[in-house]
Every structure is written in C-alpha cells, then in structure tokens.
C-alpha cells in the first residue's frame, strides 16, 4: 500500500515526516523511536494545498490515522499544548 508518507531519519530519536506535502517533526523523548510508546509529532511546514487557518492538531490526526492503517495498528492520540 502506498500511504504517501516519506520520511527521513535524522538520528534515532527523531524522524522528519513528509505527508501531503506537510513536513512534520517526530521525535521519542524518551527512548529510540523503534522502541517508544510516546512520541512527540509537531508541524514544521503546512502545504501550500492546505487552508491557511487549518488547525495543526488536525493535520497531525490526519497523519496518524494514515500511519495506523499502514501499520495495522492502534494509536491513542493526545494533545498538549
């Protein structure tokens, strides 16, 4: 399946993630990203295809519903602010 989400890499507590051209910050405040159970998702660039006044925390939500039906997985989101 082809979810449209790029990532690259940049050390093993964080990865920066590229969803419908949205660039997003995913780091493991507490561990590496392969072994956590929290991770922390902020948005470091919003498209130029998306509203200008579109909430952040909802294009955060959209990314990891894609990320858990690729992954088969359960997420429980939450928000801090």
Known sequence: MNSGIEHLEVSNERTIVIYSRTIFNVTA??????????????VFD??????ADTDPVSLIDRLIEETATVISSEWNATTSE
Do not use: C, G, K, W
């Open 46 to 51: 919003i498209s130029p295809d998306v509203v």
């Open 29 to 42: 405040p507490t561990a590496r990203l392969n072994d956590v159970q929290t991770v922390s998702i902020e």
